[in-house]
Antibody, heavy 117, light 113 residues
Framework: QVQLQESGPGLMKPSETLSLTCTVSGGSISSYYWSWIRQPPGKGLEWIGNIYYTGSTNYNPSLRSRVTISVDTSKNQFSLILNSVTAADTAMYYC???????????WGQGTLVTVSS | DIVMTQSPDSLAVSLGERATINCKSSQSVLYSSNNENYLAWYQQKPGQPPKLLIYWASTRESGVPDRFSGSGSGTDFTLTISSLQAEDVAVYYCQQYYTTLRTFGQGTKLEIK
């Protein structure tokens, strides 16, 4: 089991670019997939995308045009960039270890991002 | 996209009684080459991230109490809590990983009656 910690801004304005980082501790980021998942307040879970430690990515088609996920193996971190945010992007953002078969077995505590003018 | 639909949306069960949550996928998540169902269940308590309970539709994650069990195949799945404990109050989600685009059910809120 690894520990994951998200970091990023709590409050943003519409049209800004969201940048989040997930730091992995207690294990190596290598040899696994890593995902970003979000949850609007009081609502369900939406998978944003994932990245393999080699840099190979997969994205949710609904967000693909605005999302970039990257990895820095030297820092044991992976990151999310979401462009042109709107109020609809207000959510708790989680990073998670993505088992190669497809479930999420370790999660960060999440970071709340609020988009408001 | 594979749409996951859970029922009921909320459920109230007495302590010690059985709780049953259903999950239906819009297409089969049974992979014929390995005969595995690509379906997981999570528990989310207030203020916490989801916790993995079950994968491959019926395999309990290490450390998950054996009162939690998963069953089903193809498009219809069930999460059963055999004897509800107070600490089981949570929202439960199913998730398919049959496709690269992973999708979740809308969640079922479980409360004590």
């Amino acid at each position: 089991q690894v520990q994951l910690q998200e970091s990023g801004p709590g409050l943003m304005k519409p049209s800004e670019t969201l940048s989040l980082t997930c730091t992995v501790s207690g294990g190596s980021i290598s040899s696994y997939y890593w995902s970003w998942i979000r949850q609007p307040p009081g609502k369900g879970l939406e998978w944003i995308g994932n990245i393999y430690y080699t840099g190979s990515t997969n994205y949710n088609p609904s967000l693909r045009s605005r999302v970039t996920i990257s990895v820095d193996t030297s820092k044991n971190q992976f990151s999310l960039i979401l462009n042109s945010v709107t109020a609809a992007d207000t959510a708790m953002y989680y990073c998670a270890r993505d088992h190669s078969s497809g479930w999420f077995d370790d999660w960060g505590q999440g970071t709340l991002v609020t988009v408001s003018s | 996209d594979i749409v996951m639909t859970q029922s009921p949306d909320s459920l109230a069960v007495s302590l010690g009684e059985r709780a049953t949550i259903n999950c239906k996928s819009s297409q089969s998540v049974l992979y014929s080459s390995n005969n595995e169902n690509y379906l997981a269940w999570y528990q989310q308590k207030p203020g916490q991230p989801p916790k993995l309970l079950i994968y491959w539709a019926s395999t309990r994650e290490s450390g998950v109490p054996d009162r939690f069990s998963g069953s089903g195949s193809g498009t219809d799945f069930t999460l059963t809590i055999s004897s509800l404990q107070a600490e089981d109050v949570a929202v439960y989600y199913c998730q398919q990983y049959y496709t690269t685009l992973r999708t979740f059910g809308q969640g079922t809120k479980l409360e004590i009656k």
